[in-house]
């Protein structure tokens, strides 16, 4: 039970440990459980990453005995068996799961095989609405480069600066290209009863944004599948930024990593503070889907990136880190704890907004274009014969260096997969 660990959280450890053997005498688990969760969750939030390992096991292991006390005696109750599916997908969501991931991936398969199975989607009976042209400025008419680098010479020619491998052998390979077009597909590797954190709002910048967690089934039929029409929204629901794999190991069979990946290019000349992530692989991967119209707002990013365009077609802005005094970078917040909750680009070097433009570069009207010029000026007379601007397609993958702005819209129905490095 990590109890090395666990004692760091004190008082705690010593409630967790009394609730936890209350299992073994047939006494009811999930209230005492309970508020275990809730503390640990806010010790968690409070905390930076370094100094939240303790509660982030306890978070995980109050979940995994929740879960278990509310299936133990369960003959069939749907409800109660996926609430508890809730739980283990909020103890990978939340806490991470650490050492306990395959533990919580068999016990989600076990109350799915003896408690739930997979309902049939109800088929939406009305009318499919036309879809509106978008609008596309004319400022931005470079290209990406489109190359194909073997690895061995990418960290010297290539790593500086952008380029696109178009429906390249790394990724025509992958069952991804097929499979993750279909709903019943990505239905089935999940199972009944699970959660996904989901953005909800059209652009991160706005009020009116938000974070959920969600239904996979409801997210899904939002999106509009080729087997399958979306369900009339009135929110755009995403599912961005998201280690989707960890909570669904089997995609991971579907995809695979580019060498270009492990090329260990040198830090940028123009980002000398480079560090690969953090972590024992020193690699991030990432889910991103959404429906057509999907923003990401333009932003900088402290690592490479390799971004595979799975399904659809996704357009792409980009633009060099010396335009960054004409971007219109929100200010450093004094609190940087708001603003990263807001927002999901953050990351440890800039946690607040300020990596973030205030411009739309993907303006909706030339309406919207002319107030943007008038709004900011500099972005406008500065930044659009630096910038490169190109639409993905299904096997695509791009390459880009840390400290580059960059902007995503999804042309339609879209499903890519981030490789930070």
Request: charged share 20%.
């Amino acid at each position: 039970m990590h109890s090395s660990d666990l004692r760091r959280c004190g008082s705690a450890y010593f409630e967790f440990y009394a609730a936890a053997r209350s299992l073994h005498d047939n006494v009811d688990s999930q209230t005492s459980m309970k508020p275990l969760i809730d503390r640990a969750y806010q010790e968690m939030t409070r905390l930076p990453p370094s100094e939240s390992l303790c509660w982030r096991r306890l978070y995980t292991d109050a979940c995994l005995i929740y879960a278990v006390s509310e299936v133990s005696d369960l003959v069939q109750d749907d409800e109660a068996a996926t609430d508890a599916i809730n739980v283990l997908d909020r103890a990978i969501i939340i806490a991470g799961a650490p050492g306990r991931l395959d533990s919580i991936h068999q016990l989600i398969k076990d109350i799915q095989e003896n408690h739930l199975t997979l309902k049939p989607l109800k088929a939406f009976s009305g009318e499919k609405q036309p879809l509106t042209q978008m609008y596309h400025p004319s400022a931005f008419s470079l290209g990406v480069p489109c190359i194909h680098p073997p690895p061995n010479i990418f960290g010297k020619e290539w790593s500086q600066k952008p380029f696109v491998l178009q429906r390249h052998g790394y990724v025509q390979g992958w069952k991804a290209l097929t499979s993750w077009a279909s709903i019943d597909y990505l239905r089935s590797i999940a199972g009944p009863g699970r959660l996904v954190p989901i953005e909800v709002g059209k652009d991160y910048r706005t009020e009116e944004w938000t974070q959920r967690l969600m239904s996979w089934d409801y997210f899904l039929q939002s999106l509009d599948f080729h087997e399958h029409p979306a369900q009339p929204q009135n929110e755009v629901l995403y599912l961005a930024q998201h280690n989707l794999f960890m909570q669904f190991p089997a995609l991971e069979g579907d995809i695979g990593i580019p060498e270009y990946v492990y090329a260990c290019p040198d830090p940028p000349s123009c980002y000398p503070a480079y560090k690969p992530p953090g972590n024992a692989d020193g690699l991030i991967v990432n889910a991103w889907l959404g429906p057509r119209g999907t923003i990401s707002p333009a932003h900088t990013d402290p690592f490479f990136n390799c971004y595979a365009q799975v399904v659809g077609r996704k357009t792409v802005w980009l633009a060099p880190p010396d335009v960054s005094d004409s971007m219109y970078p929100f200010d450093i917040s004094t609190s940087d704890t708001v603003d990263k909750s807001r927002n999901p680009a953050a990351n440890v070097t800039e946690p607040s907004m300020s990596n973030t433009s205030r411009v739309d570069v993907f303006p909706d009207s030339a309406e919207a274009e002319q107030a943007s010029r008038d709004i900011f000026p500099d972005f406008w007379k500065e930044v659009p014969q630096k910038a490169m601007c190109m639409t993905l397609a299904p096997g695509d993958v791009l390459f880009f260096p840390p400290g580059w702005w960059h902007a995503m819209r999804s042309e339609e129905t879209s499903f890519s997969v981030s490789m930070w490095f």
